[in-house]
T-cell receptor, first 111, second 116 residues
Framework: QQQVKQSPQSLIVQKGGISIINCAYENTAFDYFPWYQQFPGKGPALLIAIRPDVSEKKEGRFTISFNKSAKQFSLHIMDSQPGDSATYFCAASTVDYKLSFGAGTTVTVRA | EAGVAQSPRYKIIEKRQSVAFWCNPISGHATLYWYQQILGQGPKLLIQFQNNGVVDDSQLPKDRFSAERLKGVDSTLKIQPAKLEDSAVYLC??????????????FGPGTRLLVL
């Protein structure tokens, strides 16, 4: 069963716009929530990660928002650029760091 | 620092044939993972090694899949016999610290398998 549900499946955004990807989980034992970025023909690469003791983490144009009570977290990509066109995966793990991935969101940034 | 290396990058086989994938993790990384990524889905963990021991292989279809990590470095994943539903990208990842501490998994480029 899929432990992390991700939406939307795909999105198109104009250059300079904001991309928002949402994820939800059920397992309250999850305590590590990374986002991975994957380009075609490449393996996923860690983009940004958060732990549930904070509600937001920002790195450059990428921000994770975390809502522990709702068991939801999201990735915001500000000022989206064509180079951000990729597939984004949310994931979650317990202390053993075995990652459960969402199904992925394909982001297309139009110039 | 060299990344995770995988070979071959692509493989096409007939169903019921066997196939093997190879992974060389980042130097010094004790933990190695194999994932299966079916088209349109997120990676699914197949097996996790800590040095040369298996930590978790609960999602590995053991009737046809096997994996080993000799000497705690390189690893091979084998499928025998392959089925059509095994068509996927097989990703290898490694990390530097045992589970229980903050760590990042570094992924290789994957091996794309097509079973006809």
């Amino acid at each position: 069963q899929q432990q992390v549900k991700q939406s939307p499946q795909s999105l198109i955004v104009q250059k300079g716009g904001i991309s928002i990807i949402n994820c939800a989980y059920e397992n309250t034992a999850f305590d590590y929530f990374p986002w991975y970025q994957q380009f075609p023909g490449k393996g996923p690469a860690l983009l940004i990660a958060i732990r549930p003791d904070v509600s937001e983490k920002k790195e450059g144009r990428f921000t994770i928002s975390f809502n522990k009570s709702a068991k939801q977290f999201s990735l915001h990509i500000m000022d989206s650029q064509p180079g951000d066109s990729a597939t984004y995966f949310c994931a979650a793990s317990t202390v053993d760091y075995k990652l459960s991935f969402g199904a992925g969101t394909t982001v297309t940034v139009r110039a | 620092e060299a990344g995770v290396a995988q070979s071959p990058r692509y493989k096409i086989i007939e169903k019921r044939q066997s196939v093997a994938f190879w992974c060389n993790p980042i130097s010094g990384h004790a933990t190695l993972y194999w994932y299966q990524q079916i088209l349109g889905q997120g990676p699914k963990l197949l097996i996790q090694f800590q040095n040369n021991g298996v930590v978790d292989d609960s999602q590995l279809p053991k009737d046809r899949f096997s994996a080993e990590r000799l000497k705690g470095v390189d690893s091979t994943l084998k499928i025998q016999p392959a089925k059509l539903e095994d068509s996927a990208v097989y990703l290898c990842a490694s990390s530097s610290r045992p589970p229980g501490g903050g760590e990042t998994q570094y992924f290789g480029p994957g091996t794309r398998l097509l079973v006809l």
